[in-house]
């Protein structure tokens, strides 16, 4: 778990406080978020990331709007808060997930004040669920890997940590799991190109743990896996379709390939929110395209009061287009096992595992 100073979301009643992890690793410092529309900003800037942290973060978001309101409410002021809440990223489906149980949750209250009372012990209590999802999916995975073998030497990519979720996390909440049974875990952090999640983010919490962690590029992982033995690959995820195909950080694909090759097994890891048994495959899933700036220069790595880290950043020509899918979709054949806290199960099992939960 992250030092207290460190949690990505805190509630303190009359605003929520969330570091900004556009400005880490280089700059710890909090947002106060004060309205839904500040939330909103901070979720779709990536001030705050990772499928269960944006659903926490837009739960609270809600709640902030109910507060700047009193008296009586309709379902349509109700839907209409969500829905601007549910613009701000496409892709986890946890958001989602989450929203439309907020709107069931209200669903015959007649007053602002009960909804926002409401709004407010549901995220509370999405961040209990979250981090108690994430410690006994964090054993199950662990308990996946040989018991007589001492070392593991595991790639990683993005950010799939405390600072991406309520505590734990979820592929890094698996390598957590395996240090606190006492073996030594070797992480391998892709950076994780255009917003560097994995050197800027995943780096700083393996460092704040003392685990062994290096950063490569993105398209380090071929060579990786022919020069040093890989025991897993470890991801985390955005959405899951029915058949398995996973929907997780631009990059995640070509990972995966690469590891059908070499044999490694691709590991995702999910909380049970991330499965949309209402999509049939991984075509169906929105992809969130970014701002190409974000690919030609470093100019999202601002802190909060609008100072760039890197005054200089761009790293192509004025005027050079680029592409930037934030995420990408791995077929279910390269995944060997989703791990989750309702334990581990291949692709064609998730059907059965998530029926009824
Ligand atoms: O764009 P981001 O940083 O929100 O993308 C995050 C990821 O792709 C994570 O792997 C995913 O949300 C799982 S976090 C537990």
Wanted: with cysteine.
């Amino acid at each position: 778990m992250p030092q207290p100073e460190f949690l990505p979301i805190q509630w303190k009643s009359t605003y929520l406080s969330l570091l900004d992890q556009r400005a880490l690793p280089g700059k710890k410092e909090f947002l106060e978020i004060k309205s839904v529309e500040e939330t909103i900003i901070a979720i779709r800037d990536m001030a705050v990331r990772g499928a269960p942290a944006i659903a926490i973060t837009g739960i609270f978001g809600l709640t902030l709007g109910a507060k700047k309101k009193s008296g009586k409410v309709n379902s349509q002021e109700i839907e209409s808060l969500i829905k601007q809440v549910f613009e701000s990223r496409p892709t986890a489906v946890n958001l989602s997930f989450a929203l439309q149980e907020a709107k069931k949750r209200v669903e015959g209250e007649t007053l602002w004040e009960s909804v926002q009372t409401v709004w407010e012990s549901f995220a509370l209590e999405m961040m209990v669920d979250d981090l108690n999802a994430n410690q006994t999916l964090g054993k199950n995975g662990a308990n996946l890997f040989p018991k007589n073998q001492e070392e593991f030497h595991i790639i990683t990519h993005c950010n799939t940590g405390a600072l991406a979720t309520a505590g734990h996390g979820t592929a890094l909440g698996v390598i957590r799991s395996l240090r606190d049974m006492g073996k030594k875990v070797v992480v391998y952090a892709d950076e994780t190109r255009p917003f560097l999640q994995g050197s800027r983010l995943t780096a700083f919490e393996m460092m704040e743990e003392g685990i062994e962690c290096y950063i490569i590029t993105d398209g380090m992982s071929g060579w990786l896996m022919n020069h040093r033995k890989i025991d897993a690959v470890l991801v985390g995820c955005d959405r899951v379709a029915a058949n398995g195909d996973t929907a997780n950080k631009i990059g995640t694909y070509n990972l995966a390939i690469v590891a059908h090759e070499h044999n490694v097994p691709f590991y995702v890891c999910a909380t049970k929110d991330s499965f949309d048994l209402n999509l049939k495959t991984g075509e169906e899933i929105p992809i969130e395209m970014r701002k190409e700036s974000e690919v030609t220069q470093f100019d999202f790595l601002k802190t909060h009061d609008g100072k760039y880290l890197f005054p200089e950043g761009k790293t192509s020509p004025v005027g050079a287009r680029a592409l930037n899918p934030s995420f990408d979709i791995t077929k279910a054949k390269f995944i060997k096992n989703f791990i989750t806290e309702l334990g581990c199960f291949v692709p064609g099992e998730i059907p059965i595992r998530l029926k009824n939960v």
